[in-house]
C-alpha cells in the first residue's frame, strides 16, 4: 500500500490466493537479476530463482508490477543486467518499468560475503559510469520502440557521476518517485516555481536552518543561496554525516534523528542553529511520528532549542519561507 518493494520469496499459496482476491495493483517488486540461479544466491528465499513466473502469475491476476535491480559491482551488472532488462522487457505490459540502483551499504555489511559472491562494495566512479551508459543504451531503445524510457537511473547514479538530471518529461508519471527515481529532478522544478514566489522581504531577520544528507548538500546549497538573497533572511544548509549506519550511507532517507540531533545541538553550542530548523520528510516513518531509529518527533522537538519544521517538497519549503513573511502560504 505503501511501494514497499517485496521480493516474492516467501509466498505460500493461500498469500497467492489473497493476492488474488484483493487485486493490489500495481506491486513493487525487488528483482535484482532474473538469472534464477544468481537470483538463488543473492535473494533467501525457498523459491527466489522463480521470479519471472512470479511475475507472469501476477499478470495472469490482473496485476502489474514496477520493479528494481539493486546493483551490485561485479554480480548482476555487465551482462547480467543485461540479461535482465531484456527479460523484463519481455513482460509487457505486466512488468511496467525498472529501476536501476546502487547497493546502499552500511558500516555493517560493507565487504561482506554471501556465499561464494564476490564482497559487495560501493561503485567506483568508472563502475558507475559504465552503469550509466549502459543503461543509457537500453532508454534509447525503448525510447524509440514505446515512447518512455522503461528503466530509470535511480538519482544517485546521477550524484555518483557528475551527470545532469534528466529533464520531467524523462520520467513520465514518476512512478518510483519514493524509490529515488526522479525525486532530484522533481525538486529541482519544484524550486525554480518557488524562487518566483518568495517574499520580497521577511519583517525581521530570521535565521533559516535546512537539514540535508551528504549526497543531497550540492543542491540545498544552492538553495540557501537563493533563500539567503530574501532581505532579512539568512539561510545555511547543514549535511548530516550518518553515524548509525555509516559514512556510505549518504541518502536523506536513512538519516537517523540522533544524529541529526547531535548536529543540532552543536550548532546550538556554537550559536549558529537558526530561529527555524527544516528537515525532509523522508527522514519520518509513513505516519510522521518516528525517526528510523525510533527517536519521535515530539522528543526530537523538544530537544531542539528553535522551531522545527518537515518538508516533503520544494513546495512545502517555500510554504515555510512565505509564512515567515507573513504572506498566504
Known sequence: LFGNFITLTNLKEKDWQRLDEQRLSPLYVSVHVTDAELRRKMVDGPRAGDILAHLQRLGAMGIQAHTQLVLCPTINDGAWLDTSIEDLAALRPIVQSIAAVPVGLTRHNNMLKVGDLPAMRPYTLEEAQAVVQQVQ??????????????????????????????????????????????????????????????????????RLTLITSAMAAPILFEVASDL?????????????????????????????????????????????LGDLVVLPRVMLDNAGERFLDDVTVADFKAQVPARVEFARNAEELGELVRELAGAPA
Open 137 to 206: 543504451g537500453w532508454q534509447k531503445r525503448f525510447e524509440a520502440e514505446m515512447g518512455e524510457p522503461f528503466i530509470y537511473l535511480s538519482d544517485e547514479w546521477y550524484f555518483l557521476t557528475g551527470k545532469k538530471f534528466p529533464p520531467a518529461r524523462h520520467y513520465g508519471a514518476f512512478e518510483q518517485i519514493e524509490n529515488g527515481v526522479g525525486m532530484t529532478r522533481a525538486f529541482l522544478d519544484g524550486w525554480r516555481r518557488q524562487k518566483k514566489r518568495l517574499p520580497a522581504a521577511l519583517p525581521q531577520p530570521t
Open 228 to 272: 539567503s538573497e530574501v532581505p532579512n533572511l539568512e539561510a545555511r544548509a547543514h549535511p548530516i554525516a550518518n553515524q548509525f549506519w555509516g559514512p556510505l550511507v549518504t541518502v536523506a532517507g536513512l538519516l537517523c534523528g540522533q544524529d541529526v540531533l547531535d548536529r543540532l545541538n552543536d550548532l546550538a553550542a556554537r550559536g549558529e
